[in-house]
């Protein structure tokens, strides 16, 4: 249970935080309180054409947190939030942060599987169905989860819970929630395994939030385009949605991705000063952004990304044509962020690496056998941070896995610093390809293969061989109208002058890349891939 969790911060360590001014010791629903009577007619968030002030946004978190009080949900108590990305999603957060309630946001495309085994597993008591209009989310809730109390369905019964009286007071005195109860869930992106529950503190993710902030000036004059999914409660979430609301701005949420034009001219008609996407979005908004030219982005200054690596090529056209600066995030929805980009930062630094280590964190490279490796080794990178998770809600087992004995989470990334104290990220322990005894960094060639014109996305994965054991497939999106072969790939890696044995030695053309939810590329489903397809090869 809750209680039970990792203790991975240490009292001595929290104080730091606390004299550092990295744990505020706010909870996010005082904080919007807060900044919701100062402006109280502004306007806090947006989607198409919903628009709510805050005075209006605060009613409605009132309402729905005295709906859940008259529901029984309780201090400590999980409840689950099925939704695409909608303004449900900040009112129902803030809403069960005000009462001492746990929001766990579930991705609106997850399924049977992965709802089944969510709420089993955080031991939920109650579930809202944002989005069910085909009506095949709700049977799953109140059929396959007994654990569940209640579950609320937007457009059926959803009012009962959230356009009731506002209870003066909500809590007792006395009862009121702390900084350092746990209020906010990120679910792991799955890529391997199903998703796994990571638990943060009010404390904790206001650090990350406020990390965030400092990094791109946000203030209230901002207007955020939440364009990344928002439904694991990471970067399209943290970044891009709830921080702008607590600073004073205003949130313009995009409801659904669907083609790339509607993100950008969301951007432009909201005058918004910055967005949130994940760098696959990025990559197929370009056409539509050097369409609309400089000119429509005069409002706009900070692109950020987080979840998946974007490419150096990719961050250069951006702020190139949007005259922004595009600010990256490096951290994992269990670990928080260790260092981020500033928009500060000079251009080379800000393109090509993931920033600089942020104040408070403890940042170690260490080598196969856990030891530190010197400045500018590569290594494995693995940090202690006000804003880390404090592990996996109801699994010792994995939490125990994810961080060390001293409280460092283990990250599976390998990272080097340089001379100024920039890191840079060059590939997954677990991705490296092993050929006959020599590694092959997947990372290494697919920055080089996505500066070749005919490809829009790649990735390599290993495949089976029986004499080598493993050798290197690189997985292609192509640009449209484009040809891509293995004879393609060998010319232009031989023009870069890399050492052969790290070539792949087979090129499949894709329509898409496996993705988790939270857009990482599914590497094992490549390779199932290509191992299914040789095998029929060879059978044939």
């Known amino acids: 249970m809750i209680g039970d969790m990792l203790p991975v911060t240490t009292p001595e360590e929290a104080e730091s935080y606390r004299r550092a001014g990295l744990w505020r010791d706010e909870t996010i629903y005082s904080r919007f309180r807060r900044v919701a009577q100062a402006n109280p007619n502004k306007l806090a968030v947006k989607l198409s054409d919903t628009r709510l002030s805050f005075s209006e946004l605060h009613d409605k978190v009132l309402r729905a947190a005295s709906g859940f009080l008259r529901a029984g949900i309780k ?75 209640h579950v609320w369905v937007v457009g059926q019964n ?14 007792p005195a006395g009862e009121a929630p702390t900084p350092d109860d746990i209020a906010h869930i990120m679910l792991s992106s799955g890529t391997t395994a199903l998703p796994k529950i990571s638990v943060f503190t009010n404390n904790n993710i206001l650090a990350l939030m406020d990390a965030f902030g400092d990094m791109i000036h946000l203030s209230s004059a901002d207007v955020s385009a939440g364009l990344a999914p928002a439904g694991t409660g990471a970067t399209g979430y943290v970044f891009g949605v709830l921080p702008v609301i607590l600073a004073g701005g205003t949130a313009v949420i995009l409801g659904k991705w669907d083609q790339p034009a509607d ?45 998946a690596p974007l490419s150096q090529q990719i961050a250069i056209q951006v702020e190139n044509v ?33 920033g600089r ?19 500018g080794e590569v290594g494995e990178i693995c940090w202690k941070s006000p804003d ?44 490296m390809i092993l050929r006959g005894g020599q590694n092959i960094s997947p990372r290494l060639i697919e920055d080089l293969l996505i500066t070749h014109p005919a490809v829009l996305e790649v990735a390599v994965a290993a495949m089976p061989d029986p004499k080598l054991g493993e050798r290197a497939c690189a997985f292609v999106v192509l640009k449209a109208g484009q040809s891509f072969s293995l004879k393609d790939a060998v010319d232009f890696l031989t023009e870069k002058k890399i050492v052969k044995w790290q070539f792949p030695e087979r090129v499949e053309i894709m329509d898409h890349l496996p993705r988790s939810a939270g857009d990482k590329i599914a590497k094992n489903k490549l390779t199932e891939y290509v191992t299914a397809k040789l095998a029929q090869q060879s059978a044939g």
Do not use: W
């Open 263 to 307: 993100a950008v001219r969301l951007i432009i008609e909201n005058k918004c000063t910055y967005a949130t996407a994940i760098p696959t979005q990025i990559s197929v908004m370009l056409p539509a952004i050097e369409t609309a030219g400089e000119s429509a982005f005069e409002h706009f200054r900070v692109f950020n990304n987080a979840g």
């Open 357 to 375: 280590i942020l104040p408070g964190r403890k940042v170690e490279f260490r080598n196969a056998l856990g030891q530190p490796v010197q400045q």
């Open 388 to 431: 880390k998770s404090f592990g996996y809600l109801n699994d010792m087992a994995a939490s125990a896995g994810a961080f060390d004995e001293a409280g460092f989470y283990r990250s599976g990334d390998l990272a080097r610093m340089d001379k100024d104290g920039y890191v840079s990220i060059v590939g997954r322990v677990k991705d």
């Open 75 to 149: 201090k400590g108590q999980i409840v689950a939030v099925d939704a695409p990305n909608s303004i449900e999603q900040p009112l129902l957060h803030i809403a069960l942060d005000a009462i001492g309630a746990v929001y766990m946001p579930l991705h609106h495309a997850f399924q049977e599987t992965e709802i089944v085994h969510l709420i089993a597993k955080s031991a939920a008591v109650a579930a809202i169905i944002v989005d069910d209009k085909n009506g095949e989310k709700a049977p799953i809730y109140r059929g396959k989860c007994p654990g569940l109390r």
């Open 322 to 354: 949007m005259r922004c600066r595009v600010q990256s995030i490096y951290g994992a929805s269990d670990g928080g962020a260790p260092c981020m980009v500033s928009i500060d930062d000079p251009a080379g630094k800000r393109t090509s690496t993931v």
């Open 158 to 171: 959803y009012s009962e819970l959230a356009d009731g009286p506002i209870l003066e007071p909500l809590l």
